[in-house]
Structures are given as structure tokens and as C-alpha cells.
């Protein structure tokens, strides 16, 4: 079954994209993609949940995919994500819904769990886990450890990302959504994107093992990119002072049921990483998927599906409403 046909919720400041599988009245999942991700990363979750039962929702964020893309760089501040969330449930007659995010979308439910409180009934987070608030802005903690060619901190730079990744998107996914090469540690190298990119396209963007979906998937992030622009995905890193700062009165727990799915294989966001969670995250339950990198749900759907609908049926079911 394809993917589905997009529908355009007015969210007030924007048009928000939104494609669904289930029946009307089923409980809801609302599925946030990460970056260089759009709605279309859900495409072997939604019918899966369909199927269990659930209200799949998966939505393009603002500034991704068929969703509008503002240029101003705060129109992609947290509450402004947070927001969309909001105003997409109130479109859809939603009082509450369970937050499912990877990558940056983790970043994002996590985030709403807090703001959103008594609306967010769950979460689920892929790669993603919930950190506490760290002690100095994270961009001068990147710089500190990586230097400025860390992508969180050379994306700081008005104009720089865009122009090179807006040269070839289609060449961006190619390099990008592969499996983990086998023995590749962790190192500072592996945060310097753009130089990677840039070294990658003057190589005439060969193709390279490990690709983790088809060349007619590849197709489809690339066309996406081609209509929005890569602005709005570079903006939400341009974010994360104001963010951090934004966010300096919430607190660090979360005190809905959540599940944490880590992967064996992710160098950026491994499953260590989530273990100071127990101490803020009282309902929790973690599960790692072996031998998947960070692009779990095109590497192992069957097994993200799999986790994902047994907690789902143990955790809301139809108790949901």
C-alpha cells in the first residue's frame, strides 16, 4: 500500500501537512520525523498501526515536505513546533494523542511532553533519548569538544548549509541514509557533514554501500527537498541557543508512560545516552535494536513496529479515551 495523500491543516502561522492510515476513532499516534527527514520516513510504521488498531498521523513539519517553510529563522523555535502539534490536535478534534518522534522529532516530543502536558498521553522516542537541560549553551559545548566544523556549528552560519546542500539534494540522501560501516567508531570527523558532503560532491556523488532504501525512496526525499529547501531543517539547529534559553524553566522530568527505542549501531546517538533517563523518566521502558543504525525505520521496521505496538497495546490500547 502506498503511502497517503496529503491534507493541510491550518495551524494559524502555517499550512502543516498531514498524512493518516486508521480508522477515525482509533487512539492516535502522531509520528514526527527528524532531519533530512520528512512525513514520508513513517511510510512502513502507518499501516503497521492501522492494522494494531491505532490512528497513525504522521506529519511533514513546518519547513519540510508540503508543509509551509518560513524563511524567518525563530518561526522555528521549540514553542513554535510545540505549537503546530497543538494546533493540529485541535484541528482533528484530538484531546489527546500519543508522541511518537526520531532524530529531531525525539527532540520535539520530548520537549512536548512538558509544554503539552495533560494533552500528551505518551511518548515514544527512536534514537532519540530525553537529556537533561546541559550546563552551557550547546552550541559552545559542540564547538568546545568539535570545533566549528561540527554541523551543529558550522549550520549557525547564515546561508553556508543552504547553498551546499541545496547543490544536488538527491546526492545528500545517497551519502547520508546509509547503514553504519561496519567497525566505524565514534569520532569528531563523523560531525563535520558539510565538509563531508562538499568532498563527496566534487567526487561526482558516487554511489555508496550500505543505502538503506530504494533509489525511488531516495527520489521522493529529494523531490520534497527541491519544493521546500533545505532552510527550514537548517534553521531548527539555528534554533538551539534560543531553545535553550526558551527552555531554562522547564523541568527535566517527564511523567508520562514513554518507551525508548536505541540502536545498536547509532554513533550519534547511542544507547548509553539514554541511560540517565531512569532518573526522569519514572514510567520507562527501553528496548535497543541490534545491528540498526540511526535510520531504524527504514533498517529494521519489522522490529520498530514490533516494539512500538507492544507497548502501545500494554501502555494506552483502548483504555486510551
Known sequence: MGFPNARIIDAGEVKIAIYERGAANAPPVLLLHGWPEIAYSWKHQMQALA??????????LRGFGHSDAPRNVAAYRIDKLVGDIEAVLGALGLREVVLCGHDWGGIIVWHAARMLENRV????????PHMRRPPADPIEIFKHRHGDDHYFVAFQKPGIAETILEQDPLAVFKMLFRRTPPATKPSSDMYY?????????EA???????????????????GAYTHSGFHGGVNLYRNTTANYNFTADLSDGISQPSLMISTA???????????????MVPDLERITI???GHWAMWEKPDEINTAMIKWLNRK???RYF
Open 51 to 60: 492494522e494494531a488498531g491505532y490512528r497513525a498521523i504522521a506529519l511533514d
Open 121 to 128: 498521553r505518551g511518548i515514544i522516542s527512536i534514537c532519540t
Open 193 to 201: 557533514l558539510l565538509n563531508h558532503l562538499q568532498t563527496y560532491l
Open 204 to 222: 561526482g556523488a558516487p554511489k555508496l554501500p550500505g543505502q538503506v532504501m530504494s533509489d525511488e525512496d531516495l527520489q521522493v526525499y529529494a
Open 265 to 279: 549501531d547509532d554513533l550519534f546517538l547511542p544507547p548509553e545516552m539514554a541511560n540517565p533517563m531512569t532518573d
Open 290 to 292: 541490534e545491528a540498526c
Open 316 to 318: 494506552m490500547g483502548q
